[in-house]
């Protein structure tokens, strides 16, 4: 069974730094490509960053300049760098990650959920 495990979450004060990352347990599962999730209390899910299997990178307009997707193929893993960050940055990020089990393409695991409270 595949799982995307999260990390990195937690309280920092508005200014200050986060790096969440998501790594896929086993070896079944080649990430690829990955999408960072935020959801608010009271909000709906939004995408906030997103990175291909070729490297190309997009961004929310609320993060951009402030956030930087990457990926790394030999770690298996995904990486959100949040600098600056603000009270309005305060939700659950989820990752959700794509690659290949075996010869087949997958875009249906998420990360379990990793809680980020930025205090002003």
């Known amino acids: 069974q595949v799982q995307l495990v999260e990390s990195g979450g937690g309280l920092v004060q508005a200014g200050r730094s986060l790096r969440l990352s998501c790594t896929a347990s086993?070896?079944?599962?080649?990430?690829?490509?990955m999408d960072w999730y935020r959801q608010a209390p009271g909000k709906e899910r939004e995408l906030v960053a997103s990175i291909t299997s070729i490297g190309n990178t997009n961004y929310a307009d609320s993060v951009k300049g402030r956030f930087t997707i990457s990926r790394d193929g030999a770690k298996n893993a995904g990486y959100l760098q949040m600098n600056s960050l603000k009270p309005e940055d305060t939700a659950v990020y989820y990752c959700n990650a794509g690659g290949y089990e075996g010869p087949w393409y997958r875009r249906d695991y998420w990360g379990q959920g990793t809680q980020v409270t930025v205090s002003s």
């Open positions: 086993g070896s079944a599962f080649r990430i690829t490509a």
